[in-house]
């Protein structure tokens, strides 16, 4: 049970390692937000997909914490206007990256603050990522390097592991890319007293 006043509602290690990272003193709650219906019913832009699930997110966990404030976040994988999830196995994890090889996507981090169910903060930042036309040998030697790990990741790749060999132009920031916009929510925690001015 989290004992800290301020708590990540992800399950998510690179989150967890850029707060830690950044001194962020922080407990994880992974939330128990249902993605898969929320995406199913939703008709918004990407942006506001990413946003929605960031909210969903802190807000089922704030529920459960009650003063404790709650950053919440999502990532949305677009390319050429389809939305992509996750991959479900390594065969359609090479068939995501198949379809992203030579090619330029778009990753949308959302993040939030929430204490008490109300929205504090919500911030969503782009980044645009280009994938080099790797050979189909590569792939194959990538998928087992990186196995079930790139599974829980949009997009079938870990930018800060050997998924960086994949790409070959990215345009963004990098906290951005791993799937937390950083900079601003550090600055959010700062307005809200969180973190030393």
């Known amino acids: 049970m989290p ?40 008709t ?18 704030s529920a459960l914490y009650p003063g404790a404030r709650v950053i ?33 996507h778009e990753l949308i981090s959302a993040a939030c603050l929430v204490q008490d169910g109300a929205l504090l903060w919500a911030h969503a930042a782009r980044a645009q990522l280009t994938m080099r036309e790797f050979s189909e040998d590569f792939l194959q030697d990538y998928l087992v390097a990186e196995g079930a790990e790139i599974l829980h990741c949009v997009g079938a790749y870990r930018l800060e592991a050997q998924g960086a060999q994949l790409f070959e132009r990215i345009e963004g920031d990098y906290f951005t890319v791993l799937g937390l916009p950083l900079l601003p929510l550090l600055g959010a925690l700062r307005a809200q007293a969180v973190l030393p001015g």
């Open 72 to 104: 919440g976040a999502d990532q949305v994988l677009v390319c050429d206007g389809v939305v992509y999830d996750k991959p479900a196995d390594l065969a359609a994890a090479g068939d995501q990256l198949r379809g992203f090889r030579g090619r330029t």
């Open 3 to 42: 004992t800290r006043s301020l708590i990540l509602a992800s399950a998510s290690a690179s989150r967890k390692a850029m707060l830690a990272g950044a001194g962020v003193n922080f407990s994880a709650v992974a939330s128990s937000v249902d993605e898969t219906a929320l995406k199913s019913g939703f």
């Open 44 to 61: 918004g832009a990407p942006e506001a997909l990413a946003a929605a699930l960031a909210q969903a997110k802190a807000q089922a966990v």
